[in-house]
């Protein structure tokens, strides 16, 4: 019922700024939490961002607090993650993914519908 293709990773110099696209699919789409959640070598993947899919309320890391932002335009079955001040930590895959209920959490096995992740390299 949803399909997930994210898009926008790539190479930048930390402090530069990349924003990542979700593009979904599905009837239901716009009543769904969606959430980024990212996985850097023999790291577990981690929760990244998040917004509601009912009052549009967005939750982030404590590690990109400032720095990142989660937006859902109402017109467009697109989320994005705009990225700013990149630090070499941020370098990962970074996964859009989306939840039946309108509920962000943090918790990865929450999330039933996954894109194929993006990678982005954040070089020093």
């Known amino acids: 019922q949803v399909q997930l293709v994210e898009s926008g990773g790539g190479l930048v110099q930390a402090g530069g700024s990349l924003r990542l696209s979700c593009a979904a699919s599905?009837?239901?789409?716009?009543?769904?939490?969606m959430g980024w959640f990212r996985q850097a070598p023999g790291e577990e993947r981690e929760f990244v961002a998040g917004?509601?899919?009912?009052?549009?309320?967005?939750r982030y890391a404590d590690s990109v607090k400032g720095r990142f932002t989660i937006s859902r335009p109402n017109t467009k079955n697109t989320a994005y993650l705009q990225m700013n001040s990149l630090k070499p930590e941020d370098t990962a895959v970074y996964y859009c993914?989306?939840?039946?209920?309108?509920?962000?959490?943090?918790?990865?096995?929450?999330?039933?519908?996954w894109g194929q992740g993006t990678q982005v390299t954040v070089s020093s």
């Open positions: 993914a989306a939840r039946i209920g309108s509920t962000v959490y943090i918790t990865k096995s929450l999330y039933i519908y």
């Open positions: 599905g009837r239901t789409f716009s009543s769904y939490a």
């Open positions: 917004i509601s899919g009912s009052d549009g309320s967005t």
